[in-house]
């Protein structure tokens, strides 16, 4: 899933990629993929399976929703701590 948070700042959009994994874990790449270490993260979000994985239409947020946990987890992007 694309996200492209709103920037007043400047004309130019990045556009980072939200996933998740089958099991436990969900991140952020920043797009192009260059293959720099520092334009990615991720963390373990759901004890087990992560079922879904969808946004908002402004790009600041997503969500994940877990299997066996029962849970839907809110996310909110601070997306200035990727280079």
Same mark, same amino acid.
């Given at each position: &899933? +694309?996200?492209?948070?709103?920037?007043?700042?400047?004309? /130019?959009?990045?556009? /980072?990629?939200? /996933?998740?994994?089958?099991?436990? *874990? +969900?991140? !952020?790449?920043?797009? #192009? @993929?260059?293959?720099? #270490?520092?334009?990615? &993260?991720?963390? !373990?979000?759901?004890?087990?399976? !992560?079922?879904? !994985?969808?946004?908002?239409?402004?790009?600041?947020?997503?969500?994940?929703?877990?299997?066996?946990? @029962?849970? *839907?987890?809110?996310?909110?992007?601070?997306?200035? *701590?990727?280079?």
């Amino acid at each position: &899933m +694309v996200l492209n948070p709103a920037d007043e700042k400047n004309d /130019y959009q990045d556009k /980072y990629l939200a /996933y998740a994994t089958k099991l436990k *874990v +969900v991140g !952020i790449i920043k797009l #192009p @993929l260059d293959g720099n #270490p520092n334009n990615t &993260m991720g963390l !373990i979000a759901h004890p087990t399976k !992560i079922t879904s !994985i969808s946004s908002v239409s402004d790009g600041k947020l997503f969500f994940t929703s877990g299997a066996d946990d @029962l849970c *839907v987890n809110m996310w909110e992007v601070d997306f200035s *701590v990727l280079a």
